[in-house]
């Protein structure tokens, strides 16, 4: 499965973007889709994942909404409020496990820059 991802940019702080993610194959039900995220020189961090029910990292709750729309085979990342401390680039991920942990996720997207300025 290959995952193409989209919507990344620069905001000034405060401001907002949403990121899209289409897997090349459906069943969003049978997976769960996943973003992650790489800052320079720090490891990859969970983000928010999705598949009957959501969870999100405690730094990005009431600021990030993960979602899906079935009907365009497309999931996406709404970031609002964003902070410079956001700035990184974002992955999209699917895999057959609800979870936080990159290593559970097999199909990975090629990455969106988000870089937040002050």
């Known amino acids: 499965v290959q995952l193409q991802a989209s919507g990344g940019g620069s905001v000034q702080a405060g401001g907002s973007l949403r990121l899209s993610c289409a897997p090349s194959?459906?069943?969003?039900?049978?997976?769960?889709t996943a973003w992650f995220r790489q800052a320079p020189g720090k490891e990859r961090e969970f983000v928010a994942v999705i598949r009957w029910t959501t969870n999100y990292a405690e730094s990005v709750k009431g600021r990030f909404t993960i979602s899906r729309d079935n009907d365009k085979n497309t999931f996406y990342l709404q970031m609002n409020d964003l902070t410079p401390e956001d700035t990184a680039i974002y992955y999209c991920a699917r895999g057959p496990h609800f979870s936080s942990s990159a290593n559970d996720f097999t199909s990975w997207g090629q990455g969106t820059q988000v870089t937040v300025s002050s």
């Open positions: 194959r459906r069943a969003f039900n049978s997976y769960a």
